[in-house]
């Protein structure tokens, strides 16, 4: 079987056309009872500018992704370049972790990972390790939103993608038990993260080392208090389902998982002590 990485060149970032090892041609001709189809506004639209919301499972959508955190780390100064064009992280690679993408035709535009309480923990708490301590001591299920990263598409356009595809991870994460979302922000985000998505500061800033050294706060979002304390932004985001076709477990590939280990090795340090810090793009 041809290697997956095989197909990403070793000096650049190039899109792949293929869907399989094997090279096959891919051509998105996405359906609404495969996922809700929207444009820029939230609504549906016409087929040639429709943006498709899902779980990454296809080599192609999970290498989209990659290169989109990449880039706009490397753009921000987040991580140093590497030979593969991709930002993965451990954490990413464990069965309990999703991966979710908005794309548009073949192009992935938004990005985030939901990375659930698990055996390697959670990527923030070597920054903040009694705040997810403190959590996990009161029986509280946990997952960490990680690795957000969205195609400058202009502050009209990407908004709502960002906002649409927060609302369909959060909509599976309490189906899949969690109680509390955590999220380590550059400062200058956790307003945004507030207002718009109704996470709460619960850290002071600090640094993380893995991206540069730059700042980060910690925030949370209790799913279990969200109708009480935030009722209209929860009617915002849990008020219409996403089918249940959509919002299906699905883990990354193990062997797709196995592929991808050289990547981490070179874009995340597992020697330093403190994981990523997320950069909303918006």
Known sequence: MLSLLSQVPSTQRARSSADSPGGKKRRSHPTPSQTPEIDAAGSRQAKETEVVLK????????????????ENYLQC?????????????PFQLVPTTEIYVAAQEDEII???????DGELGLPMESCYPEEVASRRDQG????????????RLGRGQSLPIILRLMT?????????GVNQLLIAV???????????????????????EAVQGKPAVAMALDLDRAPVDHPALYRKFFGVSFPESVMRFTPI?????????????????????CPGVELAVA
Not at 77 to 89: C, D, I, Q
Request: aromatic share 8%; net charge neutral; hydrophobic share 40%.
């Open 55 to 70: 779980i990454a499972s296809r080599w192609t959508d999970l290498q989209g992704a990659f290169e989109l955190v990449y």
């Open 77 to 89: 100064g987040l991580t140093e370049p590497n030979p593969y064009g991709m930002r993965v992280t």
């Open 110 to 116: 938004s990005t985030l990972s939901l990375v659930r």
């Open 140 to 151: 509280l299920h946990l997952a960490e939103v990680s690795c957000l990263a969205n195609r």
């Open 168 to 176: 369909l991870m959060a909509q599976c994460a309490q189906r899949r």
């Open 186 to 208: 550059h400062p200058h985000h956790a307003k945004f993260y507030h207002c718009c998505a109704a996470f709460d500061r619960i850290g002071e800033e600090r640094s993380y």
């Open 253 to 273: 590939p193990e062997h797709m998982r196995s592929e991808l280990q050289p990547v981490v090795e070179v874009s995340y340090d597992a020697a330093v002590a």
